[in-house]
């Protein structure tokens, strides 16, 4: 297994109770990330909010860092991220915000510390197009959405 040190900071001595991302077991992929908003909120059923996390990071060139949602919020309580996965780049350095939404029929409360999303750390390949008339045919041609059936 590779390891690669990323530089993170936190935004202010304020959030020094809130972890800092962290893999929950030796064969995890994704660190958990930590909610860090001032006070406790509550989500509404259909609702998204932006949630604060306390810290910054600074990923080295060549590589992303992917939001994604927790599967234990997404099936016990219908909390998903939004944009998933949301896509960290390189030259970012603000705080690393999660949008999450209330998928589900009830209020969902999110308080400082509790675990909202995960992290994972990919590296990145650049394209460049190359412009040509036509493209090599295969037997799938241009079939799409459901062109396989059931």
Do not use: C
Request: overall charge neutral; cysteine-free.
């Amino acid at each position: 297994m590779t390891e690669l040190e990323i530089k993170i900071a936190r935004i202010s001595q304020a959030d020094n109770d809130i972890p800092l991302p962290r893999y929950a077991t030796p064969g995890a992929s994704g660190m958990d990330i930590f909610a860090a908003p001032a006070s406790s909120m509550v989500m509404k059923p259909g609702q998204t909010v932006l949630v604060p996390t306390g810290f910054q990071i600074e990923l080295p060139p060549g590589f992303e860092a992917q939001v994604r949602p927790r599967s234990g919020l997404a099936i016990n309580h219908s909390i998903g991220v939004l944009n998933s996965p949301g896509t960290i780049d390189s030259d970012y350095r603000g705080e690393v915000k999660i949008i999450l939404t209330n998928f589900g029929n009830v209020d969902f409360p999110i308080r400082r510390g509790d675990r909202i999303a995960q992290l994972v750390i990919s590296p990145v390949i650049r394209a460049s197009w190359v412009v040509v008339d036509s493209l090599t045919t295969t037997p799938r041609g241009s079939g799409g959405f459901g062109h396989t059936g059931k």
